[in-house]
């Protein structure tokens, strides 16, 4: 089984961003809540100075005590002073952490959420020429995981603060102890920070793996868990599992690499830091041994050290460990990015519609290089019913979807009631499109909210109105609960016809200037789709619709039949007009009838057909 | 059920080789995951003592060195003191990148297996399981709640050990300078135990409630973005952004309602008290004489490592909190029952193609009213049996109990004179063939889409079976033939074009009972014609399964069986029915 590792070169419109780049758009997501980050710093910052201070003050006060010659209970009573601030000490540092992590919680919340809002526009709005490249599994796990990575940046950069500051604090203390001894120290900053950047490179590129294989492996449990049922039918469970540990050891190798490397950036830094350590402790004592630094500074200097090299290296493990937050907002970014094909030119708000339609030689090809529709001109007046016929292929659903605008022409003009479809609002005028297409797709809830989806406004009356008018309500009986039939994901849970009588109601309720019928009654019986079509004739009258249909029972009462071929209009006329002139409808017609007539046997027109004998 | 499994659950697959785990609670399923790799968790608890040991070894060489500058071989003792210390340093960076070496393989490790495990037993339920699960859920569940036991592990676990090593070791330490002191850090480590306990059964619900909006945001999601043609045709951009702003808004809530759990973590104050307890404590038994004053600044020194392990758990054992959430999701899946056993010891013969309903009756789960009641018909190998009636009579239904996708409530279907719940499910599922009303292709190539079901087919065979189907034509005409890899929706393919593609597939792998339902509503009657000669063909001596609403069919079939509303209302050929069958004329009337 072809297994694809898409998932490591990532989607075609994945890029890279640069870490200004990147850090421009995440700071801007922050700036809403800066007031409340810098309160929160504040608190850090507090809180690293009281820690600080604290050690000070108790062997500042033991000495004082001791000196003024205090002995017994005087002691104690002496450093009062001090263990009440450990007291206030001990309130103030619960009183920060509740702050902190109150306000931060909200914050990093908030930006997730905004954050999430936005892919989520953005993913909306992608044409369907995108989401045929581009699998759900993919873009659901850009939206939720993905996300979720990048609020590691925020924690991380919070953490940041406090660390810098301690830093900076013993720094001075180094410095005011020996110079020349904090200079030797300062000498190793460098190979801290150096050994930190290298990680860098390596962490992103390893974080940007691994979230592509994560998305990868959702991809691969969602196509399998979408597609059980076929598996289940051929019994290919062994084969959808084999991929499955593929992707699923892939994932491994990679998570693992990107763990050790995040992971071993902090034994590197340890590593460095311990050698300055023995340098300090060597040359310190040497320059002890040659007078040139008292003992005391070499002692309280070493002291210090320690407490220097843990938020030094803290800050230099910093770059590396954001690489993931990074890793993930290139991801998300990217998506938002996503140059549409799908181009408006303006937005205006659409009219009322008439519903008259027009391609005027338009070129179209979902891929290059395989045109479906060279220069097709057609003129459909507002208000007929026109019905599409021809081979699978043809390009039928095809002029559907450009009057949908699911996807973009390349050339020639497309015009509904004379007015350019690229400088609608797209969400207005699809308000005024009602399209049934072969499978329906119904979302988990009852018929009814399935019914009144794209009109949450509608009334019970109106809905009930609309389910009536599809097929006279009959189908309503054989549902086990009527409308409040629950139904989950995609539509199972009721059969296929009767999800093309939803969707059916769904687009009566909305009251559409313009249907599209595609293959809506293809999985219906005779029987339930004459009942339909009594209802649609009375439906439909006064909207332009255009009805795609292979059983040519539906065709006939059209006001105008036109047949296609390879993107080409064949022949069109009314059904007696086309009969008449026994062209290709004639044929098709022809062959259709003799198809339902009691005399056909399809075994005797054609000559037997090679039969595969796979495996024996 | 025949043969029900000893142990485990029920499955429609299994995978031999598979590891089998605890299932009952969260805590022992991560134990039995854990405990296969012994070696790595020996290999991680000694290298983070050898970490601790060496780190210790630090200040105490340092110490040393202050000291051997008075001796009168300084510079000897100094250089020899200084290279210790780096074989220190370096012996402390091998544990360090052993303990790293360890847990992060440990941690991974337990995200794949559980995975995998998770996603084995998926595939083994039924399809009335699949029926109920929102498959966002599912992959929220596979993908990130698996995740959460990696992080649990790697850090949670991983500084969980360090912060127990750094609160015995400044304990240790002050008992050797005065076991006196030990009274208020004792009475802080009791303290800290009982406010850690307090805290994760705090964040146990918050952090369910938030594992549960995530599998409910990705599931809303998932759905938007499966149904999204359906999204934009219908204009619902602003209703599916309110749903998915709502779902996204609780799962900020839950966040932030950990924040608040977090915000009142008791442990900074408690650490805090303990040392001003210990200070003051300390300068009593200064004051009584019995401890210097160096050996109190030591004390207290050490009782400011304990912030250390108080600090981090605030952090650590909410991860430890998501880890047992997301088992628990997890958990939850892998263990929901599942109806159906795929039943390796049951019949596994060549298939004759006999198929016998007696007395089924049906109904789905949930469902009041039964959907198939009292059904009895028999179909003899080589028959091909149409299947007709109102939308929603119960037709797909009917085909989806002979390979045993469901099971009958009462009543009986044979294959080949035998109870499909004696048959190895294997062996069945792989004798019948089903053409689905609702196409479903796998994002692969064309020619994997039809060598699905038999994967090790040739090309040859792959062409052979699409001419069959009518469908090599326009394969040839895609941009890399065979290899053209289809969109998730198959949506690069048109109706017909994708009913064909399955019509191959079924071809291919040459099964002995082959059901069509509704396979050819997408194509036109010539291009049908076409397939029809094909499958007649290929069905020649096989049993075949119809439904249809198209007379062509109808009428080449052996035998008709109509039903209405979950009834067996006639059966016979399309001449007899329609000369005695009032409903049966009603529905094809328009044809004639
Ligand atoms: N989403 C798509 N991406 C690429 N090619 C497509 C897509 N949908 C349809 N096609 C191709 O365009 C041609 C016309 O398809 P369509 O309009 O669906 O035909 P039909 O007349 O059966 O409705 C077919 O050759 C088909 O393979
Ligand atoms: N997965 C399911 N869960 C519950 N009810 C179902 C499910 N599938 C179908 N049904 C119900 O069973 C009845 C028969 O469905 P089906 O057999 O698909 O009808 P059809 O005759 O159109 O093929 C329908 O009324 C439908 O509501
Ligand atoms: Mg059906």
Request: with cysteine; aromatic share 8%.
């Amino acid at each position: 089984m072809g297994f694809i590792l898409g998932g490591l070169t990532g989607e075609e419109y994945d890029r890279n961003y640069s870490d200004a780049q990147l850090l421009r758009r995440i700071v801007g997501y922050f700036r809403p809540h800066l007031g409340k980050m810098l309160f929160v710093a504040l608190l850090i910052a507090l809180n690293a100075a009281a820690l600080a201070l604290l050690p000070v003050l108790t062997s500042r006060g033991i000495d004082g005590a001791l000196a003024r010659g205090a002995q017994g209970v005087e002691v104690f009573n002496a450093n009062l002073p001090v263990l009440l601030l450990m007291v206030a000490a001990a309130g103030l540092a619960w009183t920060f952490n509740f702050l902190r992590q109150a306000i931060t919680a909200r914050v990093v919340g908030d930006v997730v959420l905004t954050l999430r809002e936005d892919v989520f526009d953005a993913a909306v709005e992608r044409d369907m020429a995108f989401y045929d490249d581009y699998s759900t599994g993919r873009v659901v796990s850009r939206v939720t995981s993905d996300t979720q990575d990048f609020s590691n940046v925020v924690t991380l950069t919070l953490g940041l603060i406090s660390e810098v500051l301690i830093v900076a604090i013993v720094f001075v203390i180094l410095f005011s102890i020996n110079v020349r001894l904090a200079l030797i120290t300062t000498a190793i900053t460098p190979v801290i920070l150096g050994a930190a950047l290298a990680f860098r490179w390596i962490a992103r590129r390893t974080s940007r793996q691994a979230k592509r294989v994560k998305a990868e492996v959702n991809a691969n449990i969602q196509e399998s868990i979408t597609g059980i049922g076929v598996a289940k039918a051929f019994r290919q469970e062994a084969a959808l599992h084999a991929d499955f540990e593929r992707v699923n050891a892939e994932a491994y190798r990679l998570g693992l690499k990107q763990g050790l490397v995040l992971q071993s950036i902090f034994p590197v830094l340890g590593f460095i830091a311990g050698l300055g350590t023995v340098v300090v402790l060597y040359y310190g004592g040497s320059a002890v041994l040659a007078g040139a630094v008292t003992r005391g500074e070499w002692f309280l200097f070493a002291e210090s050290l320690a407490l220097f090299w843990f938020p030094l290296t803290s800050i230099a493990s910093f770059w590396s460990q954001f690489q993931d937050g990074l890793a993930a907002s290139e991801r998300v970014f990217a998506l938002m990015d996503t140059e549409p094909q799908v181009v408006q030119t303006g937005a205006e708000p659409v009219p009322e519609l008439e519903g008259r339609i027009e391609f005027r030689n338009v070129h179209f090809a979902y891929k290059p290089g395989s045109p479906v529709l060279q220069g097709f001109d057609l003129v459909i007046p507002a208000g007929q019913t026109v019905a599409l016929v021809g081979h699978t292929g043809a390009g039928k659903s095809s002029l559907g979807k450009l009057i949908a605008r699911g996807y973009e022409f390349e050339k020639g003009e497309l015009l509904i009631d004379g007015l350019d479809i690229r400088s609608f609002d797209l969400v207005s005028y699809r308000r005024q499109l009602g399209v049934v297409q072969q499978t329906p797709y119904l979302f988990t809830g009852t018929i009814r909210d399935n019914i009144r989806y794209g009109r949450e406004d509608a009334s019970e009356e109106q809905v009930l109105a609309a389910a009536r008018n599809v097929a006279g309500g009959d189908w309503l009986d054989s549902l086990p609960a009527g409308l409040d039939t629950e139904i989950s994901e995609g539509g199972r849970g009721i059969s296929m016809g009767q999800r093309q009588l939803v969707a059916l109601a769904r687009v009566l309720l909305k009251d559409p200037a313009i249907v599209i019928l595609d293959e809506a009654t293809a999985s219906i019986d005779p029987l339930t789709e004459a009942q339909i079509q009594e209802g649609l004739e009375t439906v439909l009258k006064g909207r332009t619709s255009i009805v795609i249909a292979h059983r040519l029972s539906t065709v006939r009462s059209a006001d105008r039949i036109i047949v296609l071929s390879h993107g080409r209009i064949l022949e069109e006329g009314t059904h007696d007009e086309l009969l008449a002139a026994g062209g290709h409808y004639a044929e098709l017609f022809e062959a259709y009838f003799r198809h339902q007539s009691a005399s056909y046997d399809p075994e005797g027109l054609s000559g037997p057909a090679r039969t595969p004998r796979p495996r024996g | 059920m025949t043969t029900p499994a000893a142990s485990t659950p029920t499955s429609e697959f299994r995978v031999d080789s598979a590891h089998t785990y605890d299932t009952s609670t969260p805590v022992r399923w991560i134990v039995s995951h854990v405990s296969r790799y012994p070696l790595l968790l020996v290999g991680f608890v000694l290298s983070t003592l050898a970490f601790a040991i060496c780190s210790s070894l630090v200040p105490r060489i340092a110490g040393l060195a202050f000291d051997a500058v008075d001796r009168p071989d300084a510079g000897q003792a100094l250089l020899t003191l200084s290279l210790l210390l780096m074989g220190v340093v370096f012996a402390r960076g091998l544990a360090d990148f052993g303990t790293i070496n360890s847990i992060e393989r440990l941690a991974q490790r337990l995200e794949r297996d559980a995975r995998s495990e998770l996603t084995t037993s998926l595939l083994g339920k039924s399809q009335a399981f699949h029926d109920r699960q929102r498959v966002g859920d599912v992959m929220a569940r596979a993908a990130d709640d698996v995740r959460q036991l990696n992080l649990m592990f790697s850090p949670g676990v991983q500084l969980i050990l360090d912060s127990l090593i750094n609160l015995v070791t400044p304990l240790v330490f002050i008992a050797a300078i005065d076991v006196r002191m030990l009274l208020f850090p004792l009475l802080f480590v009791a303290a800290f135990a009982w406010a850690l306990r307090r805290y994760s059964a705090r964040l146990d619900p918050v952090s369910t409630a938030m594992r549960e909006a995530f599998g409910h945001l990705s599931a809303g999601l998932n759905e938007t973005i499966a149904g999204i043609e359906l999204v934009k045709a219908a204009a619902a951009e602003p209703y599916e952004r309110r749903r998915f702003a709502q779902n996204a808004r609780a799962f900020r809530d839950q966040f932030v309602r950990q924040g608040d759990v977090q915000a009142r973590y008791l442990p900074y104050l408690l650490v805090w008290l303990t040392f001003a307890a210990t200070f003051g404590h300390g300068l009593l038994l200064l004051g009584q004489g019995s401890i210097s004053v160096g050996e109190l600044v030591a004390v207290i020194g050490l009782v400011g490592v304990l912030r250390g392990p108080a600090d981090l758990s605030i952090f650590t054992f909410a991860m430890v909190q998501m880890g047992l959430a997301g088992a628990r999701r997890t958990l939850a899946l892998i263990n929901e029952e599942t109806e159906l056993d795929e039943n390796p010891e049951g019949y596994a013969g060549v298939m004759k193609g006999d198929i016998r309903f007696e007395d089924v009756t049906f109904t789905f789960p949930g469902a009041e009213a039964p959907t198939l009641e009292r059904f009895t018909f028999h179909a003899r190998p080589g028959e091909t049996v149409a299947i007709v009636g109102q939308t929603g009579s119960g037709k797909s239904t009917l085909t989806k109990l002979v390979n045993r996708t469901f099971d009958v409530d009462s009543g009986r279907v044979l294959v080949d004179g035998i109870d499909v719940r004696d048959w190895n499910m294997e062996s069945l599922r792989q004798q019948i063939s089903v053409i689905e009303q609702e196409v479903f292709l796998f994002s692969r190539s064309v020619r994997d889409n039809i060598a699905f079901g038999l994967p090790g087919a040739t090309f040859d065979q792959v062409v052979a079976a699409a001419k069959a189907a009518q469908a090599h034509g326009f394969i040839t005409e895609l941009p890399q033939g065979y290899d053209t890899v289809i969109g998730e929706r198959g949506a690069t393919l048109s109706g017909g074009q994708r009913q064909r593609l399955a019509i191959a597939r079924a071809l291919l792998t040459d099964p002995r009972i082959l059901i069509l339902d509704d396979a050819t509503s997408a194509i036109d009657s010539a291009t049908e014609d076409e397939i029809q000669t094909a499958i007649n063909a290929v069905l020649k001596g096989r049993t075949s399964l119809v439904i249809t609403h198209r007379l062509s069919q109808i009428r080449r079939a052996d035998r008709i069986i109509m039903l209405d509303r979950s009834r067996l209302v006639d059966q016979g050929t399309h001449a007899e029915l329609l000369e005695r069958n009032e409903l049966y004329q009603r529905i094809f009337q328009r044809y004639d």
